[in-house]
C-alpha cells in the first residue's frame, strides 16, 4: 500500500484540508497507517497533480486561506483499482520485540521499563479507539450499527485499531509479569 491510497480514503466521506487531514491520521488512520505532515502535503500535491482529488481555496477572513480537497472520479476509480489488487500480509517490525528477544542476555529491568511505556501508549490508543467507536456508533448498539450505519469503513478499520492495541497491551503486560516473576525467582535461589 502506497501513502496515496491511505490519504484517498481518508478523503472519501468530506472535503478536508492537509491541517484537518494530518489530525484525521492522527486520530483514525494512524491505527493503519502512520504519516508526518510534510508528507501528506507532499501527497496532496502529488495527487491533485494526479487528477485524483481536487482542491479548491477557501478564502477566510481572520486566519490565511485554506485549501480542501476530495476525491475525483479517478480517484475512486484509482482506489478501487487498489481494493481489487491481491493484499499482502503484514508483519511485525518493532525494535522493542527485538529487545525482547534478547532478554535472557539484558538487564530485565531495562526491558520492564520499556513494556511499561508501550503498555501506557497502548492502554491510551485502546481509549482513543474506543471513545471513536463510541462517537461513530451514537446512541446505537454495535450490532445495530455494523448492520445499518453509515461509516462503517472508518468503523471497521478502528475495530481493527482497538484489536491491534488490546493485542500489544495484553503481550506487554504478560512479558512484563514473567520478567518480574524469572527476577523474583532468581533473587531466591
Not at 6 to 32: P, T
Not at 140 to 167: H, K, M, Q, V, W
Request: proline share 3%; charged share 30%; net charge negative.
Amino acid at each position: 500500500m502506497a501513502l496515496r491510497h491511505a490519504v484517498l480514503a481518508a478523503l472519501l466521506d468530506e472535503e478536508l484540508s492537509g491541517y484537518q487531514l494530518a489530525k484525521a491520521f492522527d486520530l483514525g488512520v494512524a491505527n493503519f497507517w502512520h504519516a508526518l505532515p510534510q508528507q501528506l502535503y507532499a501527497e496532496l500535491a502529488r495527487l491533485e497533480k494526479d487528477g485524483l482529488i481536487s482542491g479548491r481555496e477557501v478564502v477566510q477572513d481572520t486566519r490565511p486561506n485554506k485549501r480542501l480537497f476530495i476525491v475525483t472520479e479517478a480517484g475512486l476509480a484509482e482506489l478501487e483499482r487498489f481494493t481489487a489488487s491481491a493484499a499482502k500480509p503484514s508483519s511485525i517490525r518493532d525494535d522493542l520485540i527485538v529487545k525482547v528477544q534478547a532478554a535472557d542476555h539484558v538487564d530485565p529491568a531495562t526491558l520492564i521499563a520499556q513494556l511499561t511505556e508501550r503498555a501506557a501508549f497502548a492502554q491510551a490508543k485502546v481509549d482513543l479507539f474506543g471513545g471513536l467507536l463510541d462517537r461513530m456508533r451514537g446512541d446505537r448498539s454495535e450490532e445495530d450499527f455494523l448492520r445499518n450505519g453509515e461509516g462503517i469503513g472508518p468503523y471497521l478499520t478502528c475495530l481493527r485499531g482497538l484489536a491491534f492495541e488490546r493485542g500489544n497491551l495484553d503481550w506487554c503486560e504478560r512479558t512484563i509479569a514473567v520478567l518480574r516473576e524469572r527476577e523474583a525467582a532468581r533473587a531466591t535461589r
